[in-house]
């Protein structure tokens, strides 16, 4: 008997909304590297009014089924900032996204990916660029190596058969990103430390941590670094106000003082390096629940997290030292300062600079610098329509 043929519709109403998020739970449930998400941030990243990355975009959620029963899922959509930048950088004009895919098999994706081109072009795109789940600041690209580990904290993951489907339906790589994992019980290179050294005696350079009473300054001083160092990087996408605002409350949990460095040049501050604890490390080991007793958990870890892996997410150097050797000491000292306070103040063994664009010949080759190598790969598709 022919299996029953797959159906692909737009979410509507709620039902729909909570089989959306439920099918990535069941699809995922077997891979042991998987960190289930908590589902009120899956929720909230879906929801205008909760996610202001909705008010500059437009999105269309699908579900695929098969015999009435869900058997995938994924999203398209349009940012409108992405439309307005320089084509050359990734983005632009006519370009579309789809993103969130989850899919029983081959079948399936094929169906949802085709639904999702259809109302790209629908609504006038030309091209996509895929997976981005949701924004180029969340969890883009498709996991291509390192399925082993687990990932951290805003970092995705997905089944290894989905790069195959993607390719076999006519997708080219349009650009690689790169994490790197390293010991941070090691001292780095002896190179690295004199260079740091340096720096400490050097009274134009002052490296200074966040401050919490002064959250909100300091949060968009790490965005005015963030928004003028990436601007001429690949898939740049400018936060906006409300997104500076939403991610400093969304991070706040997470942030610790002495993990978050603002380096400074003749008093401007000039550069910054973000490291959060890894939240995957707790959220996996509850399964991603906050109920019965998950929340409590949750909340016990963020009074005094202990964690292995320290991430970082961001990091940035105004444009105008990016060439300058500055630009590579002021990143030297912040990695050496936040390296020593997560081996004493946190007990962590482990750290993860990433995502890193494969082109981006001045973080990579600080990140070789300290002996950190390569360990998960997520690869940015294109396809014309």
Do not use: C
């Not at 589902?39 to 909760?50: D, I, N």
């Not at 919490?212 to 898939?235: E, P, T």
């Not at 959220?283 to 629940?289: D, E, N, S, T």
């Amino acid at each position: 008997m022919a299996n029953p043929e797959i159906i692909v519709t737009p979410v509507s109403g709620k039902a729909d909304f909570d089989a959306f998020i439920d099918v990535a739970y069941r699809i995922n449930a077997q891979d042991p590297a998987w960190v289930p998400p908590l589902r009120s941030e899956v929720v909230a990243l879906l929801t205008p009014g909760k996610n202001p990355f909705h008010e500059h975009a437009t999105i269309q959620l699908f579900l695929a089924r098969r015999g009435g029963r869900v058997t995938g899922r994924i999203s398209a959509h349009i940012d409108h900032l992405a439309l307005a930048q320089p084509a050359e950088q990734g983005m632009g004009p006519g370009t579309g996204n789809w993103g969130l895919l989850e899919a029983e098999d081959e079948a399936t994706a094929r169906a949802l990916i085709a639904a999702a081109e259809q109302w790209l072009r629908d609504q006038g795109m030309k091209r996509v660029l895929a997976p981005l789940s949701l924004s180029v600041w969340e969890e883009p690209g498709l996991l291509t190596k390192g399925f082993e580990q687990s990932p951290t904290v805003m970092m995705g993951h997905n089944l290894p058969a989905y790069q195959g489907w993607i390719e076999g339906d006519g997708y080219a790589l349009a650009k690689k990103l790169f994490t790197y994992e390293l010991d941070i019980t090691k001292s780095f290179p002896p190179l690295i430390q004199r260079i740091v050294q340096s720096g400490e005696k050097n009274p134009r350079i002052t490296i200074r941590e966040v401050e919490i009473r002064h959250f909100d300054r300091d949060s968009r001083i790490l965005i005015d670094i963030l928004n003028d160092a990436w601007s001429a990087n690949w898939g740049f996408v400018p936060f906006t106000e409300s997104e500076i605002v939403h991610t400093g409350k969304k991070m706040r949990p997470l942030v610790r003082e002495d993990l978050i460095m603002i380096a400074e040049y003749d008093g401007r501050p000039v550069a910054f390096m973000m490291v959060l604890p890894d939240f995957n490390e707790p959220v996996k080991a509850i399964g991603g629940k906050l109920f019965p007793f998950g929340w409590a958990k949750l909340l016990w870890w963020l009074r005094k997290p202990k964690v292995r892996t320290m991430r970082v997410p961001l990091m940035g150097v105004l444009k105008e030292y990016q060439a300058s050797r500055l630009a590579s000491q002021l990143a030297f000292m912040m990695i050496e300062f936040i390296r020593r306070n997560s081996i004493t103040r946190y007990g962590a063994t482990r750290g993860e600079i990433g995502w890193i664009l494969d082109d981006n010949q001045g973080m990579n080759s600080i990140a070789e610098a300290i002996n950190s190598h390569v360990n998960r790969e997520y690869s940015i598709y294109e396809k014309d329509l």
